[in-house]
């Protein structure tokens, strides 16, 4: 029901854990500040123990002095080797560099033969045996490519379910290899697995490693890289597709100590000894070995390492060994340097001894400053403990204050419930708007302090009509000062400005906390309400609102902490009265914001408080444009998670005419959003799985012309208001919502 539906959701704007928080970040100061001063009373009475006792030793003897220099060119000579083994390690890390950047180089230049091979299939798809081989000697391969062995051309059938592929072209680059013209590569298995991968993936693949006996006997190790080549015309975007547009492979053979031999050549490392190890796949196993340069074995080396290098969707391990030859000496000159500095610092050590005791004198000093520093940190703690205080007072007091019209809500609506009388039900339907009304005020105050405290609250200067903004004040106040016997003397002088350019909300929002503690402290007697002017210069006038009661009044020794947020004049007060302590701080921060000042009248029977701010006078009001409040016609889609907001905004569109469908959740809102054609969708921002912001985002990405979308949400505060605006929303509604806001700006939002 609605009223259940007001109560729950100005409970979701409660906050609690947000006033704690803000309590403890302002009590944190304090406790650093406790801590600080601990932690530097320890560090100067440690200090002075230090200087009394190089006091009574006014020269130490030299073999202190001796033994810390000892101690510093051992840490010296420590650091020196350090240093030679970090740049050896370093300098051995960029060997690998260029061991694993020129065999990948090699492999880079040899597999472009093969793919250049095939690309000349692509152009003569009717290639003959003698063309091949006159392209293949064009290219020049032994001389530019000696570690390519033999290329060919792999013809790709199918005979009796069976795939087949027979070397149909071969061309032996390196004498002593035997051909395989005629034979089907697909009986070993290592080159079927490197042809399966290439067929399937379209780039080049290598096999493992083969081994390949020579006409005139001995065995070597080589690999196989081949490149698939494509019947043309044949799409080939799919692994379906590439095998059914198979047509064959180029491939090359590469023997190991052709490949990769000759790659300590480089200057950097001829004069050391490496060793290099290839193996074939992902570990260094013996019965892998492919290649081997350098030394069978080094009785010390400096470091050795293994590290794996892929190409053409194949895996092999490489070992590089360093010889000690390779390391840096240590520097032979370190020694000196730190004779010299020891020397030096034996020389800076002597100076310092014989100022030890002028030190001595200064600490004897700090000291009288530390318990100077000490009497204030006492008072900070007081402070701290007041400020702690004044915190769990208001806690007590705004969870009072909450409560009360809470309960109010609670209870009548129950009430409402059972009751049959429509005018009954009405005058309780009215009491829980009302209390309603008194709790967002409550929470609006606590959400304005923040503001304030953040130095983020913003004024929204207007023209408006001053005498009809204090008649509304009077009109709403006047029947509750006379319901308790108070008299109520309203006075405005005669100069006032018809028509002022001011904050008119934060300018009412003063004047009612003023009025309501007045009326709230006066039992009896009278209430004046004064509001005078006057000119500053030509166009800018000086309000001035005073608003005197005859009640308790207030006593000097708690007038200082009267503007104070978080605290009262007295607690005692807080308990008979009520309140939570806000409203006087918040209203003299708006009234310094609007560039004047509240201030307390002393030496007043009961209490007078004056407001005065300039403002700047004008002669016409904008006219504002009539904002429609029918949504006939429009079909909007709003998403909540809460079926209680649900039912309740549902009820306000419809009774605007609006149609309307609702989703459940942010991923129900999109499904429905993209399946149905909608004006205009309401999205509530916090929601379990998916929230608005998400949902938002996934819209925009599936729907480039989707409908506006306006935020719902019980964040009120200003930055959550500037990123749903920046995320993309069209609108900005703040719950709990109202009627008249919510027709207005979805007919402004589809306007």
């Known amino acids: 029901s609605p009223p259940s539906f007001a109560s729950s959701q100005l409970v979701q704007r409660l906050a609690p854990a947000a006033i704690l928080e803000r309590s403890v970040q302002e009590l944190r100061p304090a406790c650093e500040a406790r801590v600080a001063a601990r932690m530097a009373r320890s560090t100067l009475e440690c200090v002075a123990r230090k200087s009394l006792r190089l006091q009574g030793n006014r020269i130490l003897t030299p073999v202190i002095a001796f033994t810390l220099c000892l101690v510093l060119t051992a840490g010296a000579t420590y650091f020196a080797f350090e240093s030679a083994r970090t740049e050896n390690a370093a ?20 597999t472009n033969a093969v793919i250049y091979t095939r690309n000349l299939f692509n152009v003569m798809p009717h290639l003959s045996a003698t063309q091949f081989q006159q392209f293949v000697n064009e290219m020049a391969l032994r001389e530019n490519f000696p570690g390519i062995q033999t290329i060919g051309y792999v013809e790709h059938s199918t005979k009796n379910g069976h795939e087949i592929d027979v070397v149909k072209y071969l061309e032996i680059l390196n004498e002593g290899t035997v051909s395989v013209l005629g034979r089907d590569l697909r009986e070993s298995p290592e080159r079927k697995a490197a042809m399966n991968e290439a067929r399937d993936s379209g780039l080049p693949a290598a096999s493992d490693r083969v081994t390949t006996m020579r006409p005139n006997g001995g065995q070597t190790y080589a690999f196989l890289i081949f490149v698939p080549v494509y019947k043309p015309g044949f799409p080939t975007t799919t692994i379906e597709e590439r095998r059914s547009a198979l047509r064959g492979f180029v491939y090359g053979g590469f023997r190991a100590a052709n490949l990769f031999g000759r790659l300590t050549e480089d200057a950097r490392f001829r004069k050391a000894a490496f060793i290099v190890r290839i193996y074939d796949g992902r570990s260094a196993r013996e019965d892998a070995l492919m290649f081997s340069e350098g030394p069978e074995s080094i009785t010390d080396p400096l470091m050795s390492r293994d590290f794996g290098f892929e190409f053409a969707d194949h895996a092999w391990t490489i070992r590089i060994v360093a010889p000690r030859t390779y390391a840096v000496t240590v520097l032979e000159w370190m ?166 350019v001011s904050d008119e909300t934060r300018i009412k929002q003063v004047l009612t906390n003023l009025l309501s503690n007045a009326v709230k402290f006066t039992a009896s007697g009278s209430i004046r309400f004064l509001i005078s002017c006057r000119e500053i210069e030509t166009g800018r006038f000086e309000l001035c609102f005073q608003v005197v009661d005859s009640g308790i009044g207030i ?69 504002k444009a009539e904002t429609p409040v029918s949504l006939k016609g429009r079909h909007i889609l709003l998403v909540d998670d809460s079926p209680d907001n649900r039912a309740l905004v549902s009820l306000m569109l419809k009774k605007a005419d609006a ?48 409908p506006p979308v306006i935020a719902l949400t019980a964040h009120a505060l200003r930055e959550e208001r500037e990123r749903a605006l920046k995320e993309g929303f069209a609108g900005y509604i703040t719950k709990p919502v109202d009627r008249e806001t919510l027709v207005r700006i979805s007919a402004e939002t589809l306007g």
């Open 91 to 110: 300098r051995f890390e960029r060997a690998i560099g260029v061991f694993r950047d020129t065999i990948r180089t090699r492999m880079v230049v040899y």
């Open 335 to 500: 020694p000196a340097i730190v004779f010299a500095l020891g020397l030096l610092l034996s020389v800076a050590l002597a100076l310092a001894l014989q100022r030890s005791q002028r030190l001595a004198e200064r600490l004897r000093e700090d000291l009288v400053e530390r318990e100077k520093t000490a009497s204030l940190l006492r008072e900070s703690r007081l402070d701290a403990e007041e400020a702690n205080r004044a915190k769990s007072i208001f806690l007590a007091n705004i969870s009072h204050e909450i409560r009360t019209p809470l309960g109010v809500m609670l209870g009548f609506s129950e009430v409402a419930l059972t009751q049959s009388n429509e005018a009954e039900r009405n005058e309780s339907l009215k009491t829980v708007i009302r209390s309603g009304r008194e709790l967002t005020r409550i929470i609006g105050d606590v959400l304005d302090v923040s503001k304030i405290e953040a130095k983020t609250l913003e004024l929204v200067k207007v023209p408006f009509a001053l005498r009809e903004m204090v008649q509304d004040l009077v009109s709403l106040w006047r029947p509750q000062i006379e319901a308790k016997g108070v008299t109520f003397d309203v006075h405005l002088s005669s100069s006032l400005p018809s028509l002022i």
């Open 555 to 623: 006593s000097a020794e708690h007038r200082d902490r009267l503007f104070k947020p978080f605290s009262q004049g007295d607690t005692s007060i807080t308990r008979k009265y009520g309140g939570s302590g806000l409203g006087l701080a918040l209203s003299r921060s708006i009234a310094e914001t609007l560039g004047g000042e509240l201030r307390l009248e002393p030496d007043v029977v009961g209490s007078a408080f004056t407001f005065r701010f300039p403002v700047d006078v004008t002669s016409a009001v904008e006219e």
């Open 659 to 706: 149609s309307v469908e609702v989703a459940v959740d942010g991923d129900d809102g999109v499904q429905k959003a993209l399946a149905g054609h909608f004006d205009l969708i309401l999205m509530d921002i916090q929601m379990p799985h998916k929230d608005g912001y998400s949902a938002l985002r996934e819209l925009i990405e599936k729907q480039e012309h989707h």
